[in-house]
């Protein structure tokens, strides 16, 4: 049993008692007789109270000279503040004063507003057997369930960092890229499991208390493909490959061309493309899926809504285009710009404009990158960066370059929702000053104004939505700290290096090694 403690009170003035722990309980401190004091409205000597409490003998000591009137017993009333649970801690009277009763408690309890959750047993079991000083749960809310995200599980590999395999001699082999994904006809290729919403819960005030809110998801058939009735099952409706397209799941066959020249003129097809041979300077090719290509690419203009493979590469001439809505893989790089939203793998890049949404990885028997400015939003990989010529090369990592331009465009669209409403707004304000002083529209302004209301909340309706979008998209940003670049053999003076917001051009050779950001500076470390 914890400690308490005792008062009482006569024409000498107010007397202490301190009653002693038993069994290991809590004693008695000077803040608690304190704290009582001044519920009370009372006064007396804290050295007094100390040495009492010191004493513990039992003996009433007198703390001030006061005469006051007894106290009735007590207690102090302490509500969490997420307002699920009340707890008191109850003083004994003084000598010839009242003591509480078990209906007098439940009373304030009513009066307090307290409904829901009250513990009856604990306000009896207090009654029969009186323990001072101690925490009594009085009442205690009802915690929501939480519930559980609905979650999309894809049977296909939706992966963007996917790589072709190094073999033994330094070489990559580009045959065995397992990028496209093969189905058949009735294949099951994505499945949802719902989402469980939870339960509410209940504070002790009796208002309601919401579990988390969770993630609600659904599928999203796309070409070639059927959902079930219960919507949680989603197949494929013909054989060929299946892609991930921002959420829509599709299913796509392949159109096979010798060359993409004045033989066939530009190629735009809604599934995959496989050229056996050459996709010559000025022509165009456009997919919705992946884009395989035996032979050179040279100053050409290709996109592909899944991969793009070239075997042998590409030259640019300067002009040439290449870009991926997930990875590209190529021989070689030269003087041509390439962008991809998942990763760019080669043996070579040299005065290219490379960007990528995961990683770039240089590797082979030659592993180097020359010239040309290179960003990917987590990792930068070669073997050699820059040249013993110092040349200008730029590497740059740590933010997603598709999504700052994104960002950028849904800030100038926000900009312009909010231009339209500021254009709105003062005329609603002047029509409902002229209503409260008693004009009288006519019909006409009448339709003016239900027009301008409407505007105004469909406008207001998009700045939220365009809101909520920016906030996903700042969410998606890659934390700085986790970008790098690394190289295997050397990285040459003159080279540039951009970390984020943070920048250096290297003064020195450095080798094998690895650059990244302390959230000041650009550090290097060995590997």
């Given amino acids: ?48 109270i100390d040495k009492a409490i010191k004493a513990a003998d039992g003996n009433y000591v007198r703390i001030a000279l006061d005469r006051i009137h007894p106290v009735s017993e007590s207690y102090r009333l302490d509500i969490a503040d997420d307002k699920m649970s009340a707890v008191a801690y109850f003083y004994p009277p003084m000598d010839k004063a009242e003591a509480m009763n078990a ?43 939480d519930g559980e995200d609905a979650e999309v599980t894809y049977h296909f590999n939706t992966d963007l960092h996917a790589k072709p395999t190094m073999n033994a001699d330094g070489t990559v082999d ?45 599928l999203h058939p796309g070409k070639n493909t059927r959902i079930s009735e219960d919507k949680l099952h989603l197949f494929a409706n013909k054989t060929g490959h299946a892609i991930l397209e921002g959420e829509h799941v599709t ?20 599934g995959s493309v496989e050229v056996k041979g050459v996709v010559a300077d000025g022509f165009e090719v456009k997919c919705g899926g992946n884009l395989l290509v035996k032979g050179i690419v040279e100053g050409a203009k290709v996109e592909a809504g899944g991969d793009v493979i070239l075997e042998r590469g590409v030259n640019g001439m300067g002009h040439g285009q290449i870009k991926a809505e997930r990875n590209i893989v190529t021989k070689f790089i030269e003087n041509a710009t390439i962008t991809a939203g998942g990763s760019v793998t080669s043996e070579s890049i040299i005065h290219a404009s490379v960007s990528a949404g995961t990683e770039i990885t240089v590797s082979g028997k030659r592993g180097n990158i020359t010239g040309g400015h290179l960003s990917a939003t987590e990792q930068i990989e070669a073997k050699t960066i820059g040249s013993e010529m110092g040349g200008s090369t730029i590497i740059e990592v740590g933010v997603n370059p598709r999504l700052k331009e994104e960002i950028k465009e849904k800030e100038m669209a926000l900009a312009n ?111």
């Fill in 1 to 48: 049993m914890n400690g308490y403690f005792k008062m009482t009170a006569n024409s000498d003035g107010l007397f202490l008692q301190i009653i002693a722990p038993t069994d290991g309980g809590n004693p008695t401190t000077t803040q608690m007789v304190l704290d009582y004091l001044d519920m009370h409205k009372l006064k007396g000597d804290p050295v007094l």
């Fill in 417 to 527: 929702t909010e231009k339209n409403l500021n254009a709105i707004e003062p005329t609603i304000a002047g029509f409902s000053e002229k209503l409260k002083k008693g004009f009288k529209p006519t019909p006409d302004q009448v339709q003016y104004l239900q027009k301008l209301l409407a505007m105004d909340k469909a406008l207001k309706a998009d700045r939220e939505e365009k809101n909520k979008e920016l906030d996903k998209l700042h969410e998606e940003l890659l934390d700085v700290k986790k970008a790098n670049v690394r190289f295997t053999g050397v990285a040459y003076p003159g080279t540039q290096i951009m970390i984020g917001s943070l920048s250096q051009t290297l003064k020195k050779e450095y080798k094998y090694g690895k650059f990244f950001s302390d959230g000041g500076d650009v550090r290097y470390t060995s590997l």
């Fill in 103 to 145: 209906a007098e408690l439940l009373g304030d309890l009513k009066y307090h507003k307290i409904l829901f959750g009250i513990k009856k047993e604990n306000i009896e079991n207090y009654f029969k057997n009186r323990q001072y000083c101690t925490e009594i749960v009085l009442a205690e809310g009802k915690a929501p369930r």
């Fill in 251 to 270: 299913v796509s066959d392949v159109m096979q061309v010798e060359n993409v020249d004045l033989s066939t003129g530009n190629i735009e097809y809604e």
């Fill in 174 to 218: 580009y045959y065995h890229l397992n990028l496209i994904n093969h189905c058949k006809e009735g294949d099951e290729l994505a499945t949802l499991k719902k989402e469980d919403l939870g339960d509410n819960g209940m504070n002790i005030f009796g208002d309601p208390v919401k579990p988390r809110k969770v993630k609600v998801l659904a």
